[in-house]
């Protein structure tokens, strides 16, 4: 039993690693998306930020 709650433990660690991960990266997306220097660079990261915040329509 002992060796199931720590494969659990480990698996919650590493999703809420991973959550932290991608949230920090929407962040660095979304501040390049308006503080950019050029125009081109601002579109581009908008659009990968579109990418990233893509959500399936509802069943």
Do not use: E, Q, W
């Not at 999703?15 to 997306?29: C, D, E, P, Q, W």
């Amino acid at each position: 039993m002992h060796f199931l709650s720590a494969i659990a433990k480990d698996a919650a660690t590493l999703a809420a690693v991973g959550g932290v991960m991608y949230t920090v990266l929407l962040a660095v997306v979304a501040i390049t998306s308006v503080a950019a220097r050029t125009p081109g660079h601002r579109r581009d990261a908008r659009a990968t930020l579109a990418i990233l915040m893509k959500r399936r329509p509802p069943r």
